[in-house]
């Protein structure tokens, strides 16, 4: 285990970054841009372990982020807002995130983000922007499991910033060997108010959006495959999704 690995399991540590990163990006989600939140009563008597967060995916880092701003904010007894980010003060900090090994090691800055609680995994079908096919790690799967016997974690089941690309038998996987509690989300507007990494604006004055749903009734014993369309469903990330869009996108074209 090495430097950073070691770190980020140290509550004081996160604590800081926690700070450090929250202070330095609260502006860009409730003042430069706006944030609605929805569904914060779902988290309210969620266990502190084995409970997994399953979302669509539209920068590398803002998405987290605004993830780490709510769950602190709900330790405070916030609800459906953020108000003044004095939740930064004493962090929640019972969290971890699976993000793609290329991804955290591509800067400086993701590289002090692990301290955050990145759990790094290789993608099995891209790497060094080619198409690649290759086993899942076991080591990965591993790690998350032990995130989840402590802690809560949240997974983008796509591995993409792409909407309505295909979702990854990995997470289906971790569902169905771990039996969480699972919990989707969908978020928007975060494509439009910032870049690919979430680290710069791309439209200020954007409309950001966050949605919590009710817990997942989820049949265990189903495929993974089952799983999975249940779990991309429920992110609103099927084709059923994708052909409302784009029904939706022609009706505005023809107005």
Known sequence: M?????FKHIRVVRSLVYGVVGIATYPGLAIVNKIRIEGTENLRNLPKQNVLFVS???TYFADVITFIHI????KWRKENRL????YLINPFTNLFFVAAEETMNGSMISRLFKLAGALTVKRTWRAEGKDVNRNREESDTQKIDEALCNSWVITFPQGTTKPFAPGRKGTAHIIKNNQPIVVPVVINGFWRAFNKKGLAFKKKGSQLS?????PMVIDYTQSVEAILDQVMEAIEQSKTYMLKSKHHFMNVMDK
């Open 2 to 6: 090495n430097l950073i690995e070691r």
């Open 56 to 58: 669509n995916h539209q």
């Open 71 to 74: 769950f602190c904010a709900v």
């Open 83 to 86: 108000g003044l980010p004095y």
């Open 210 to 214: 966050i949605r919590f749903k009710e």
